[in-house]
């Protein structure tokens, strides 16, 4: 007989008939004449509850159970007369598949802190919490594909170890072979010549720059993959290695980059809010009680559109007495940005046109000379989720940023290149994965939304 997952059972189950269950015991109760046993196979938020009673031969070894061995059921599948559960098993066979030590399992029938599962993140899995966090991953993964595959982006695969930094901040992972304790040097300088790849290698911090390779061949392309940051932040919004997803278009100015934006929020929030909505109540009951009505916010609104400039003028003149000062030539700061889509506008925002002097040498200057044509998507209770831009397509005014950044046009030739032979206007974002899901989700530190965090001084499992 085939396994029936638990989750196709309450959707498509049918009285009567017989199912083979397999699953991992959450709880166990006994009486003499009879043992209920709540398990889960991670494939719904519902537990199924098995029924043997003292007729079954198995009924002595169901009434030693314990909380998180394996257990594989054969059994008729009925209507359950308690409440909240639509079905049960009267069991026929019960088969213990693994045992769990009572004594040292960490997890029990009770609410453990974020903190203390992340020291256990090989079993955190089996929680309410992460088995409903890994569902909406894997299904907003599914929209994140489905989304640009119904509108013809290829799939590219940018490489994971680079030699380019295409955020131009530094905080990169150097990649190595040669032994720490005794590098080659000329003099006090290490021969970079002798490494594998014989050049200073990274772990990428984004795929844009090869993205945008592709883009001026083929039009639309996304790229979803890992990148890393070696930034010292220990903070509830950062991590040293999460996933990206960077769309880059051809032929596309910044006003056709903000409506894919949108398009693609209000695309992920609808296919959340529909495909799993067991799991978003179970977050919204626990987690943040405004997750679903921010959702239906993002899925039903029209964003609205400002210039920096604006927004500066919004908060100067708000009244409001923020953190950090606000003044034009100043980055946005999250209480910004969550002030003009919570308060002031009420929806999400979509702000563009920002100081030269703060984004990315990439991004392209607009006629003023002062400002790009760069963009940030805000949303309430988190800020910005998406960045974006332009690309500047003009070799000669990238290749004057370049020098002012000091960036090396030889190592750079590459990129420069795309400028001389077919350049075309060009814009691309990028969207944080994991700060999503934790938008999503309403839970409180990305380190709770990824299966394994990478954060200073934890590299664990």
């Given at each position: 007989?085939?396994?029936?997952?638990?989750?196709?059972?309450?959707?498509?189950?049918?009285?009567?008939?017989?199912v083979?269950?397999?699953g991992?015991?959450?709880?166990?109760?006994?009486?003499?004449?009879?043992?209920?046993?709540?398990?889960?196979?991670?494939?719904?938020?519902?537990?199924?509850?098995?029924?043997?009673?003292e007729?079954?031969?198995?009924?002595?070894?169901?009434?030693?159970?314990?909380?998180?061995?394996?257990?594989?059921?054969?059994g008729?599948?009925?209507?359950?007369?308690?409440q909240?559960?639509?079905?049960?098993?009267?069991?026929?066979?019960?088969?213990?598949?693994?045992?769990?030590?009572?004594?040292?399992?960490?997890?029990?029938?009770?609410?453990?802190?974020?903190?203390?599962?992340?020291?256990?993140?090989?079993?955190?899995?089996?929680?309410?919490?992460?088995?409903?966090?890994?569902?909406?991953?894997?299904?907003?993964?599914?929209?994140?594909?489905?989304?640009?595959?119904?509108?013809?982006?290829q799939?590219?695969?940018?490489?994971?170890?680079?030699?380019?930094?295409?955020?131009?901040?530094?905080?990169?992972?150097?990649?190595?072979?040669?032994?720490?304790?005794?590098?080659?040097?000329?003099?006090?300088?290490?021969?970079?010549?002798?490494?594998?790849?014989?050049?200073?290698?990274?772990?990428?911090?984004?795929?844009?720059?090869?993205a945008?390779?592709?883009?001026?061949?083929?039009?639309?392309?996304?790229?979803?993959?890992?990148?890393?940051?070696?930034?010292?932040?220990?903070?509830?919004?950062?991590?040293?290695?999460?996933w990206?997803?960077?769309p880059?278009?051809?032929?596309c100015?910044?006003?056709?980059?903000?409506?894919?934006?949108?398009?693609?929020?209000?695309?992920?929030?609808?296919?959340?809010?529909?495909?799993?909505?067991?799991?978003?109540?179970?977050?919204?009951?626990?987690?943040?009680?405004?997750?679903?009505?921010?959702?239906?916010?993002?899925?039903?609104?029209?964003f609205?559109?400002?210039?920096?400039?604006?927004?500066?003028?919004?908060?100067?003149?708000?009244?409001?007495?923020?953190?950090?000062?606000?003044?034009?030539?100043?980055?946005?700061?999250?209480?910004?940005e969550?002030?003009?889509?919570?308060?002031?506008?009420?929806?999400?925002?979509i702000?563009?046109?920002?100081?030269?002097?703060?984004?990315?040498?990439?991004?392209?200057?607009?006629?003023?000379?002062?400002?790009?044509?760069?963009?940030?998507?805000?949303?309430?209770?988190?800020?910005?989720?998406?960045?974006?831009?332009?690309?500047?397509?003009?070799?000669?005014?990238?290749?004057?940023?370049?020098?002012?950044?000091?960036?090396?046009?030889?190592?750079?030739?590459?990129?420069?290149?795309?400028?001389?032979?077919?350049?075309?206007?060009?814009?691309?974002?990028?969207?944080?994965?994991?700060?999503?899901?934790?938008?999503?989700?309403?839970?409180?530190?990305?380190?709770?939304?990824?299966?394994?965090?990478?954060?200073?001084?934890?590299?664990?499992?």
């Amino acid at each position: 007989m085939q396994r029936s997952k638990i989750k196709d059972i309450f959707n498509r189950g049918q009285a009567g008939g017989d199912v083979l269950v397999q699953g991992w015991v959450k709880t166990r109760r006994s009486s003499k004449s009879v043992t209920f046993i709540q398990i889960s196979d991670g494939s719904t938020l519902q537990d199924l509850q098995i029924v043997v009673d003292e007729d079954n031969p198995g009924h002595e070894k169901a009434a030693s159970l314990t909380t998180g061995c394996s257990v594989s059921v054969e059994g008729v599948l009925v209507e359950s007369p308690g409440q909240g559960q639509k079905y049960e098993v009267q069991a026929r066979s019960l088969e213990v598949l693994g045992g769990s030590d009572p004594e040292t399992y960490p997890l029990q029938k009770k609410r453990h802190s974020p903190e203390f599962l992340r020291e256990i993140a090989h079993l955190r899995p089996r929680t309410n919490t992460f088995g409903a966090m890994a569902r909406v991953r894997n299904s907003m993964a599914y929209a994140i594909h489905t989304f640009f595959q119904d509108r013809g982006f290829q799939f590219i695969q940018t490489p994971i170890i680079t030699a380019s930094d295409a955020e131009g901040a530094g905080s990169m992972f150097r990649v190595t072979t040669l032994d720490l304790n005794d590098l080659p040097k000329n003099g006090s300088q290490v021969k970079d010549e002798e490494d594998f790849f014989g050049k200073p290698a990274f772990l990428t911090v984004s795929g844009q720059l090869e993205a945008e390779i592709f883009a001026l061949a083929l039009s639309d392309v996304y790229t979803f993959g890992p990148t890393f940051r070696a930034e010292n932040s220990n903070t509830s919004r950062h991590l040293a290695e999460f996933w990206m997803v960077e769309p880059e278009v051809a032929f596309c100015q910044l006003d056709g980059l903000a409506e894919l934006a949108e398009d693609f929020l209000k695309h992920l929030s609808g296919h959340v809010l529909e495909n799993c909505r067991e799991d978003i109540e179970f977050f919204n009951k626990w987690h943040d009680d405004t997750t679903i009505a921010t959702l239906e916010g993002i899925a039903n609104s029209q964003f609205e559109r400002i210039t920096y400039t604006e927004a500066i003028e919004l908060l100067q003149k708000s009244g409001e007495n923020f953190e950090y000062p606000v003044s034009w030539g100043t980055d946005l700061q999250s209480e910004h940005e969550r002030y003009l889509t919570e308060k002031k506008i009420q929806k999400p925002v979509i702000v563009t046109d920002y100081p030269k002097g703060i984004k990315r040498i990439y991004m392209r200057v607009n006629d003023d000379g002062e400002t790009v044509r760069a963009m940030d998507v805000l949303v309430p209770r988190i800020g910005e989720l998406i960045g974006g831009s332009q690309r500047e397509e003009r070799r000669d005014v990238l290749e004057d940023r370049m020098t002012e950044a000091g960036i090396s046009h030889d190592e750079y030739s590459w990129y420069l290149d795309l400028r001389s032979y077919g350049t075309v206007p060009h814009s691309g974002f990028g969207l944080g994965f994991e700060r999503t899901v934790q938008f999503v989700t309403g839970v409180s530190n990305i380190r709770d939304v990824i299966p394994f965090p990478r954060t200073p001084k934890s590299a664990e499992f």
